[in-house]
């Protein structure tokens, strides 16, 4: 069974990206109040991303490499543009 949070993101993923692209999103993104909880809540999205991503190389909407770049770009090229960072 996948977590409550996971669904979410997987949601998330299915809904926006059908509209927006992949390459619309900003990454990862999250606040400093919660500074102590980043890095579960980066891996937690890295992971439900990849999952989110395998299902697509499963289904056959991408190939393995593309999944590869996109994963990367979601965990980090993204928000860098994003922000100038």
């Known amino acids: 069974m996948v977590p409550r ?3 979410g993101i997987d949601r998330y993923l299915d809904r ?13 993104v999250d606040d400093a109040r919660a500074l ?3 890095p579960a809540r980066h891996d937690l999205w890295r992971r439900r991303t990849c999952g989110w991503l395998a299902g697509r190389v499963e ?3 991408l ?8 994963a990367w770009e979601l965990a980090y090229g993204l928000a860098r543009r ?3 960072i």
């Open 82 to 84: 994003t922000y100038r």
């Open 16 to 28: 926006v990206v059908e509209t927006a692209g992949v390459y619309n999103l900003a990454g990862f």
């Open 36 to 38: 102590t909880a980043l």
């Open 63 to 70: 190939g393995e490499e593309e999944a590869n770049r996109i």
């Open 59 to 61: 289904a056959g909407f």
């Open 5 to 7: 949070q996971s669904a």
